[in-house]
């Protein structure tokens, strides 16, 4: 049990700096900012040499913005969320559950559709699995199912769709995961490139939303400029505090997104040319956010005004938040009364089963002390 009492001592002495260290660290980012908002060579210039720190590449003036339009016209969006509940030794056989939840609206249409699913899949491993069981592989698999589900309903639904349709997921397009088996991470690469190609086959808009994004690109910009391209100088040490979503308050007003970045990511050079991971940052009133699109859209002006104004329009509906994504996320969450349902239902297997599996006594009391 947390002792809130000494808790709030250790709080009361923290140092007022802890929490506004990054105010001088803004005001320098402005004045770099304002050197380079329209320097159209800038680009060029950072993709000339490599660089230690991630740098994206771009067309045109860094600091040009553009106004969102709002959706009138009508539209269809399909979001998928995922979660999980990963292995606990203590409840016996080696297996993990992944839930799937997905959301489809219609809006505008003279006869609107609406679905709502939830799709759990339980995982069993074999007793001498040492290398299924670790959160980095149940959270591939999770993100494998996400993907491969939202390209299976995309196509179905594209089939029957009367409007500009847009299917949209929670978090990145890119694979930044470094952890687990290489050939792990080959065969969940590959996957999601096959997702991905099945939504491009059909030409479905598809974009993944980043909620307060840490990412750090436009960071990287201003530091290399401050200390003069050479990342030897101490001010290149500097803006440590800040991210993109910092920067990017600099200059975009509600209602506004950024000039469209390549990820120059290194797992991005795998991806195919046309699939390849692309992002704008967009401020819908209550945050700034990372909008991730693949090249075929971000190289077509009019699909990512489609895709901004979708997704703009959703915040809207959802008051600060895609009510989409939020919609799926309530489908997707397993929450403590469905993960004590599923332990159960596993201990009550082995029992029927006579299983030579045996739960944990530590698992056990968790459930029969009382309180």
């Known amino acids: 049990m947390l002792d809130r009492q000494k808790l709030l001592k250790q709080l009361n002495l923290l140092d007022q700096n802890f929490f506004c260290q990054a105010d001088g660290q803004i ?12 320097d159209s060579f800038l680009a060029e210039t950072l993709q000339s040499k490599k660089w230690s720190v991630l740098v994206p590449f771009w067309q045109g003036v860094l600091g040009q913005t553009f106004d969102i339009e709002s959706q009138p016209h009508p539209y269809e969006i399909l979001a998928v969320d995922g979660s999980q509940i990963y292995y606990d030794r203590h409840q016996g056989p080696a297996c993990y559950l992944i839930n799937v939840g997905s959301v489809f609206f219609s809006y505008g249409l003279k006869q609107s559709r ?31 199912d996400e993907f491969a589900h939202a390209a299976d309903c995309a196509q ?24 687990g088996h290489i050939d792990q991470k ?11 190609q099945k939504l491009y086959d059909q030409k479905i808009l598809y974009a993944g939303y980043v909620s ?6 436009l960071v990287n910009i201003l530091k290399l400029v401050l200390a003069g391209f050479d990342e030897k100088k101490e001010e290149f040490l500097s803006l ?21 970045f390549e990820s120059k990511a290194v797992v991005s050079y795998l991806y195919p040319k046309h699939l390849k991971p692309y992002f704008c940052y967009v401020h819908v009133g209550s945050e700034i956010a990372r ?3 693949p090249a075929w859209i971000a190289q077509d002006v009019t699909l990512v005004d489609q895709v901004c104004g979708i997704v703009f329009d959703q ?38 089963q006579a299983s030579t599996y045996q739960i944990s006594k530590k698992s056990l009391k968790k459930v029969l002390v009382p309180v």
């Open 186 to 196: 080959q065969l969940h690469f590959a996957k999601l490139m096959e997702s991905f």
């Open 315 to 352: 915040v809207c509906k959802g008051q600060g938040y895609p009510v989409c994504l939020f919609e799926a996320h309530e489908q997707a969450v397993i929450k403590s009364l469905d993960r004590d349902f599923f332990y159960h239902m596993i201990q009550k297997k082995v029992q029927q």
């Open 156 to 179: 179905k639904i594209i089939k029957a769709s009367q409007a500009l349709f847009l299917t949209l997921f929670d978090g990145t397009l890119i694979f930044f995961q470094t952890d």
């Open 291 to 293: 909008l991730e699109f």
């Open 212 to 217: 307060f994004p840490r990412s750090k690109e």
């Open 27 to 38: 005001v320098l980012a402005q004045k770099a900012w304002n050197l380079i908002k329209n």
């Open 114 to 144: 609406i679905q709502f699913e939830s799709t759990p899949r339980v995982i069993m491993l074999g007793a001498d699995d040492t290398t299924g069981m670790g959160a980095e592989v149940v959270n591939l698999m999770r993100e494998q």
């Open 240 to 260: 440590q505090a800040l991210s993109d979503m910092d920067i990017a308050k600099l200059f975009l007003q509600p209602g506004q997104r950024s000039i469209v």
